[in-house]
T-cell receptor, first 112, second 112 residues
Framework: QQQVKQSPQSLIVQKGGIPIINCAYE??????FPWYQQFPGKGPALLIA?????SEKKEGRFTISFNKSAKQFSLHIMDSQPGDSATYFC???????????FGQGTRLTINP | DTAVSQTPKYLVTQMGNDKSIKCEQN?????MYWYKQDSKKFLKIMFS???????INETVPNRFSPKSPDKAHLNLHINSLELGDSAVYFC???????????FGSGTRLTVV
């Protein structure tokens, strides 16, 4: 119930394409869903986050789509660039938990 | 100006040794965390502290002992190191639940 399942494990996209990374959860108490970006040798950095009262959130080229009934959410990267190549993690938390539960990560490669 | 700083960045040590990792945040956050990232990049919570008090101990062996002298510092001491302790350890902090976590750049621990 505490798990967040992320797919795919790895993804290769041409520059300008739209990579999509998907996550699914079981625990309906989760009420905060962030995405983190991690470059080699660095810590994860918060990219964008959504709460279940909205179905979509955009920040720059990054969009989260959220489907509460299906208990799924996804990250879309518009006009992807080689500099977006990194590992992406979805995560979830519920009020009072004081811990983020992470998905397994997706290694994204954007080819020039 | 580093928001969450960890030292050391790399730690190579022999089995059976005792070692410590230090973490400091200058963001004024109340909650601090230790996460472990394994060789498959999976991120798992170990401990969380709120205002110097232990909130979560996620079934971590008692060879691991966190200490928070004040709310800006959270150190991790590991006794009797084992090969399986080899991983990257991340410190993080957050202002409130359901807000973004800021991660340090990690400490890569290698036990030989």
């Amino acid at each position: 119930q505490q798990q967040v399942k992320q797919s795919p494990q790895s993804l290769i996209v041409q520059k300008g394409g739209i990579p999509i990374i998907n996550c699914a959860y079981e625990n309906t108490a989760f009420d905060y869903f962030p995405w983190y970006q991690q470059f080699p040798g660095k810590g994860p950095a918060l990219l964008i986050a959504i709460r279940p009262d909205v179905s979509e959130k955009k920040e720059g080229r990054f969009t989260i789509s959220f489907n509460k009934s299906a208990k799924q959410f996804s990250l879309h990267i518009m006009d992807s660039q080689p500099g977006d190549s990194a590992t992406y993690f979805c995560a979830a938390e519920f009020q009072g938990a004081q811990k983020l539960v992470f998905g397994q990560g997706t290694r994204l490669t954007i080819n020039p | 100006d580093t928001a969450v700083s960890q030292t050391p960045k790399y730690l190579v040590t022999q089995m059976g040794n005792d070692k410590s990792i230090k973490c400091e945040q200058n963001l004024g956050h109340d909650t601090m965390y230790w996460y472990k990232q394994d060789s498959k990049k999976f991120l798992k919570i170990m401990f969380s502290y709120n205002n110097k008090e232990l909130i979560i101990n996620e079934t971590v062996p008692n060879r691991f002992s966190p200490k928070s002298p004040d709310k800006a510092h959270l150190n991790l001491h590991i006794n009797s190191l084992e090969l399986g302790d080899s991983a990257v350890y991340f410190c993080a902090s957050s202002r409130l639940a359901n807000y973004g976590y800021t991660f340090g750049s990690g400490t890569r621990l290698t036990v030989v």
